[in-house]
């Protein structure tokens, strides 16, 4: 018999606060030593087909996760703490079935978070590497084994993903990232200059100085999981703010931590509104740093508001963030139709086109466009969309309410422009769950709205150009949207491959050659793009993990000299 998530939350809790009643002093600088962790292998993912055993797992905790509704406090300094004023977790695509009740935190929790954020961080800023490492190694041992159908499920049940989707985003990238991150920060480590004769200099990566903010997304649980735990690894503590809409994916995720070993208040677990955190912990003078994905405007925002009182903190903090794009994909005249179609289909549709690297506009040659339009209004609609506990589904309902009535806005306007037309999909259903069709539309202007804004959401803009005019559809493709996420080129023709590689060179941080534009891989593809799509730090890489360290020169020399005067001062010429 599994046990409830209840049952599991305050047996894991008492676990982890038993564990951990020593003093960190014992563990820190203890190495004796030079360790290295092991190299880290991106986590398997698993097919979860008929009769597996990872299905019948998978479906047990469905049901269990499923038939009852928990209650989820924040987790500030390692204690539960509760709101006066709870709100529902609900399934997206049966927005009536109510999950758990979060408690919500206002601005006095978030000064808690911010003092406990403090009170972690000498011991912690002084924790040995090793140490460090080993509690997010373990984390991942644990997510890819007793704890990977849990999470699973309630990313699915939470945030409308099917099993897919779900394998691997909350357990094999969560455990990737965990894996190749400590790899990452211990190769900074080893980074360290030359010494001349007589000299030992070394490079000490320290800490920031402060808190730093993390600002989580609904769309995936692995970003949710490593943008705190990325500066916790370096050495920081760290004050969560999750998506209101990804909740229990979230809760599990600290469970889990405090059960790999972190200590308390390392990570401080708030579920807060965006009014607190700004006048809270974006005002704190121990501000250090802030790592954001989410939308352009809020993190706009908050720049803005760390910008206007910049002489406040005590220092500059590292400003973060991945903000969404408006990804495209351009065929060439020369690109393998099949290929194009396919790609296309699960870059814009995987996931009810909730990534934001989802492609959501496509440029398609007036030589191959007739065919595909076919395949599009005869194969889109067959797709299956409904609860994602039914495995034969493909997508499931888009996150919440909000969603559902921006993405029937457009749909709406794309019927009723005269410069575009439904070639399929174009059905809007909330009875049930949110529910919006995978959609395609075609447009006869390439600067329409759908073309521009990202919407996202199921929803996939294509603009036939003529196949004379490729280059001046790559400069198109280049200067319509202000995002510069992920992009992509379909061509069989090299020359025009490289054409696009040339031309979109600062269109997309993330660039695929036949291949859809979604699904970069922790150590393979660093995901990150620049413009109005964040800063480009490259999670999953140590371009990230640079960010949240600060770095000490130290020379030592040998032996000092005892006489300021120089040689060239003594003697006669």
Known sequence: MLDSPAVLATRLHATALTERDGSVESRVMSDHASFHVPSPVNEPILSYASGTPERSELRAHLDEISSERIDIPCIIGGGEVRGATPYQAVMPHRHQHVLADVHRGGSGEVEKAVAAAAAAWPDWSRTSFSERAAIFLRAAELLSGPWRQRLNAATMLNQSKTAHQAEIDAACELADFWRFNVHFLERIYENQPQSS????????YRPLEGFVLAVTPFNFTSIAGNLPTSPAMAGNTVVWKPASSATISAYLIMLLLHEAGLPDGVINLVFADGASISSTALTSPDLAGVHFTGSTAVFQSMWRTIGSQIESYKNYPRIV????????????????????FAQAVRGSFEYQGQKCSASSRLYVPSNLWPALRERFASEVPQMKMGDVSDFANFMGAVIDKASFDSLSLAIEEAKTAPEMEIVAGGGCDANVGWFIEPTVVETSDPLCRLIR??????LLTVYPYDERRWAETLELVDRTSPYALT???FAT??????EAEHALRHAAGNFYINDKPTGAIVGQQPFGGARASGTNDKAGSMWNLIRWVSPRAVKET???????RYPFMTGDD
Request: glycine share 12%; hydrophobic share 40%; no cysteine.
């Open 321 to 340: 963030g991945e903000t969404g794009g408006k990804d495209f994909i351009i065929a060439h005249p020369s690109a393998d139709a099949d290929a194009l």
């Open 493 to 498: 023709d090299r020359k025009a491959a490289a």
């Open 453 to 458: 804004e990202e919407l996202f959401g199921p």
């Open 558 to 564: 040998l032996v000092s000299p005892t006489d300021y």
């Open 487 to 489: 992009g992509s080129v």
């Open 197 to 204: 004769a007589g000299v030992w200099n070394r490079m000490e």
